[in-house]
């Protein structure tokens, strides 16, 4: 079975940097793509960055040129480097792969998703 878990969220004061991690672990044959979105509070969970099995990344607008996503494909791991990060920044932040698995003898898609990391930011 996919599992996706994040690590790192916490509190970060405004203008500061927090680095999240997102690891993939089960039976994985092939990760397309893979993703960071976030949640605030009253608000519907929007995409922040994602990597696209085509090969090119996207940011959302409002974190474009301050928040950073890489992967490591060996290890089936995704990060997000939050630099200058901004009241509005605070929400639960959840990974996201899309991801063949191998299962009871069948290719299986499955969307994964973590159970979240809040990132709080406050002075």
């Known amino acids: 079975q996919v599992q996706v878990v994040e690590f790192g969220g916490g509190l970060v004061q405004p203008g500061g940097s927090k680095r999240l991690s997102c690891k993939v672990s089960?039976?994985?044959?092939?990760?397309?793509?893979m993703g960071w979105y976030r949640q605030a509070p009253g608000s519907e969970r929007e995409l922040v960055a994602k990597f696209y099995s085509a090969g090119h990344l996207e940011y959302s607008e409002s974190v474009k040129g301050r928040f950073t996503m890489s992967k490591d494909t060996e290890q089936d791991a995704a990060y997000l480097q939050m630099d200058d990060v901004k009241l509005e920044d605070t929400a639960v932040y959840y990974c996201?792969?899309?991801?063949?698995?191998?299962?009871?003898?069948?290719?299986?898609?499955?969307?994964?998703w973590g159970q979240g990391t809040l990132v709080t930011v406050s002075s």
């Open positions: 089960g039976n994985i044959n092939t990760i397309y793509d």
């Open positions: 996201y792969a899309e991801v063949v698995e191998w299962r009871n003898g069948n290719y299986n898609h499955v969307d994964a």
